[in-house]
């Protein structure tokens, strides 16, 4: 079993910044990837960013120059660095990790863009 912890949500003014961070426990040994998805009311859930133990990154388009995901081995402790956030970016954001073919989800942090 993998534990998940999000912390780093808030309110924030278009244009502003936030670092979301995602602490794993329990049994983290084989993690395969680490990575963020965010769902906005009506939506659905969508990759936000994901990293690999061995560094390897993947962002949506529409955060690629905005956002920064990295990790403590990509297998501790994630983060997702959050630059130029605009009223769009509002959404819970989870955070997931793969481990031997399973998925393990936090319990999601929200995340409020004012305009």
């Known amino acids: 079993q993998v534990q998940l912890v999000e912390s780093g949500g808030g309110l924030v003014q278009a244009g502003g910044s936030l670092r979301l961070s995602c602490a794993a426990s329990?049994?983290?040994?084989?993690?395969?990837?680490m990575g963020w998805y965010r769902q906005a009311p009506g939506k659905q859930r969508e990759l936000v960013a994901s990293i690999t133990p061995d560094g390897y990154t993947n962002y949506v388009d529409s955060v690629k120059g905005r956002f920064t995901i990295s990790g403590v081995n990509a297998k501790n402790t994630v983060y997702l660095q959050m630059n130029s956030l605009k009223p769009e970016d509002t959404a819970v954001y989870y955070c997931?990790?793969?481990?031997?073919?399973?998925?393990?989800w936090g319990q999601g942090t929200q995340v409020t863009v004012s305009s």
């Open positions: 329990g049994s983290i040994f084989s993690i395969n990837a």
């Open positions: 997931k990790a793969v481990k031997l073919g399973r998925a393990y």
